[in-house]
């Protein structure tokens, strides 16, 4: 069940917290450098088409799994940026035991919670760019109104491409997974589509030219996970909102 990351108690979110930098500083060869070379290799199948939003739900489940053979608890929290468009550089997860601020010297991060800093190399950057417009919730809501998948995924694509932009640093290249803070985005982004998918006729809505066209490298069509419950075990959940009836993920088979 992934939450909203400021309801996270601070017991989960140092578990998540802690599972990140064991992934990270497992050795060179390490799954978190592996995912951020996945997908600067393929960002041009992930980005800019069709593939977008099942690429990117798919993606975010195999950093879920590899967090979860560490603490079978974890789950992705998500973080709800329209709250805080209006003055997005305080947001709550820029503190330093969230995902750590703006970018100093060279841009680099200093004071991310996700193992000392110079044990990242390279580091983490960041330059906040205050002059991109970020989108609010009237916008999101307006592209959530359409009944058309398309139209839909290409407004979310672009309002992700606004929130990197405005980031800036490594979240503005082809290497934003080497930045934890771009899980907590994307989650976020899915939980939209998944609310998209929650109305009459739309759960297995897509094109159907590409439905079953193996994702690349995935091999998995993107008809295999459009029911996020049923077929990836996952489910989001309001701020507040109460337990899900879905299989508790320590329960159930990893994919």
């Given amino acids: 069940m992934r939450k909203e990351i400021r309801s996270l108690s601070p017991s989960e979110l140092a578990q998540f917290q802690a599972a990140i930098q064991q992934l ?64 997005f550089d305080e947001a709550i997860i820029w503190q330093p035991n969230y995902f750590g ?26 330059r906040f760019n205050p002059d991109v417009k970020l989108p609010s919730l009237v916008e999101l809501s307006i592209a959530l109104a359409s009944d058309d998948y398309t139209e839909m995924s290409m407004c979310l694509e672009a309002y992700a491409s606004y929130i990197h932009s405005y980031i800036g640093g490594t979240m503005a290249t082809r290497a934003a997974p080497y930045d934890p803070v771009f899980y907590a985005i994307h989650a976020y982004i899915d939980m939209l589509y998944w609310q998209w998918q929650q109305r009459p006729n739309n759960k297995f809505k897509y094109p159907p030219a590409f439905g079953n066209i193996p994702m690349v490298p995935f091999n998995v069509p993107p008809s295999a996970i459009l029911d996020l419950e049923n077929d990836l075990c ?22």
Wanted: a negative charge.
């Fill in 24 to 87: 990270r500083l497992s050795g060179p060869d390490n799954p978190w450098n592996e995912l951020r070379d996945m997908y600067m290799r393929h960002t041009m199948h992930s980005n800019g088409g069709p593939y977008f939003l099942p690429w990117h739900r798919f993606f975010l489940r195999q950093l879920e799994q590899r967090l979860q053979q560490i603490d079978c608890s974890i789950t992705l929290p998500y973080f709800d940026f329209t709250s805080d468009v209006g003055s």
């Fill in 101 to 126: 601020g703006d970018g100093e010297r060279d841009d680099c991060v200093p004071d991310h919670p996700y193992g000392l800093s110079v044990a990242w190399r390279p580091c983490i950057k960041r």
């Fill in 234 to 255: 996952v489910t989001y959940l309001w701020p507040g909102e109460g337990e899900s009836t879905c299989l508790s993920l320590c329960e159930h088979l990893l994919y």
